[in-house]
């Protein structure tokens, strides 16, 4: 089945520096969705990517998508104690029954 | 938040026992999903449906199933419970199939002992 890899699994920043977080598909992809978890809490929808090179933004949150639509980013600048969550990207493929395949999830702690 | 709610909410069970796990959704979607969460693993599919009466697997499905007798309702039943079935489970939903956003309810933390 598809999957999804997602880079990396844990990430310590001193509150204000940037973050990343990587997704990768071993397939082409019809679209991706990122969602943030909060400690405790449920997944909450952030943002979905459908065109190939793709960029979209939301404050300081920037999100990517690949060329190839295999891989897709979601960068954020001058982290702020509220980033604190897990961040999951998922992809979906049309020709893959167009469900929602989860990428592992990178946790974002920072220090304040 | 979307209207959706998990029952129970926290669930502490024995080995072989039966669990049902009910979520409900007000928001009148067509689509409705059960994954469970473990640590490494992101959220993995279980079953979802498609309709009333219309269900189908996902990725890891063994030892559940599911049904959904009205658009608001969808249960997960655990058979008969096993250690590995302990996890966090979270129903979502979603008006489309394709490209929808899904919204996800507050979870249902079941131990098995």
């Known amino acids: 089945g598809q999957q999804v890899m997602q880079i990396p699994q844990y990430q310590h920043v001193q509150e204000g520096e940037d973050f990343t977080t990587y997704c990768n598909s071993s397939?082409?992809?019809?679209?991706i969705q990122w969602y943030k978890q909060r400690p405790g809490g449920h997944p909450v929808f952030l943002i979905q990517?459908?065109?190939?090179?793709e960029v979209k933004k939301q404050k300081r949150l920037t999100f990517q998508f690949g060329e190839a639509k295999k891989n897709s980013s979601l960068h954020i600048t001058a982290t702020q104690t509220t980033d604190v969550g897990t961040y999951f990207c998922?992809?979906?493929?049309?020709?893959?029954?167009?469900?929602?395949?989860f990428g592992g999830g990178t946790r974002l702690m920072v220090k304040p | 938040d979307a209207g959706i709610t998990q029952s129970p909410r926290h669930k502490v069970t024995e080995t072989g026992t039966p669990v049902t796990l009910r979520c409900h959704q007000t928001?009148?979607?067509?689509?409705m999903y059960w994954y469970r969460q473990d640590p490494g693993h992101g959220l993995r599919l279980i079953h979802y449906?498609?309709?009333?009466?219309?269900?189908d697997k996902g990725e890891v499905s063994d030892g559940y199933s599911v049904s959904r007798s009205k658009t608001e309702d969808f249960l997960l039943t655990l058979e008969s419970a096993t250690s590995s079935q302990t996890s966090v489970y979270f129903c979502?939903?979603?008006?489309?199939?394709?490209?929808?956003?899904?919204?996800f309810g507050p979870g249902t933390r079941l131990t098995v002992t």
């Open positions: 397939t082409t992809l019809s679209n």
């Open positions: 998922a992809a979906q493929n049309n020709n893959a029954g167009n469900m929602l395949t």
């Open positions: 449906s498609y309709g009333v009466k219309d269900t």
């Open positions: 990517l459908v065109k190939s090179g």
């Open positions: 979502a939903i979603s008006g489309r199939l394709a490209g929808g956003e899904q919204y």
């Open positions: 928001e009148n979607h067509r689509y």
